[in-house]
């Protein structure tokens, strides 16, 4: 699961990326106030895929260099808005099917 989320990201695949979560997934990410920005708290499936489906063309959240460190741990630079932050993203969470329940991404 983790490759298949590193892999939307970085091809900014927000249909994807949102596959990965159940129905009440939640993606938290710590990293946008690295940047001054808000930190992101997107609770449901559907909340994950509006965000990236707005934050990828607009290049206010990108990713490069992903390392995959184990099954449910990865880490990239993400650019919020801003320059580039090295971040630690976890799956915290999986619901019966496999799917995520929580993810959660914060500077390395």
């Known amino acids: 699961m983790i ?3 590193i892999g939307a990201m970085e091809g900014k695949d927000y249909n994807t ?3 990965c979560f159940s129905e009440d997934g939640e993606y938290i990410d710590y990293c946008p106030s690295m940047n001054g920005k808000p930190n992101s ?3 449901g499936k559907s909340s994950v895929e509006m965000h990236f489906r707005w934050a990828f063309p607009a290049e206010t959240f990108t990713i490069a260099e ?3 460190e184990s099954e449910k741990r990865a880490s990239f630079f ?3 808005s801003g320059p580039y932050v090295y971040a630690r993203l976890n799956i915290e969470e ?3 099917a496999g ?3 929580k993810i ?3 500077p390395a």
């Open 3 to 5: 490759e298949k989320i």
């Open 99 to 101: 799917l995520v329940k």
């Open 66 to 68: 992903p390392i995959i």
């Open 94 to 96: 999986y619901d019966s």
């Open 41 to 43: 708290f997107i609770y």
């Open 17 to 19: 990326l949102a596959a």
């Open 78 to 80: 993400g650019a919020y």
């Open 104 to 106: 959660v991404v914060h």
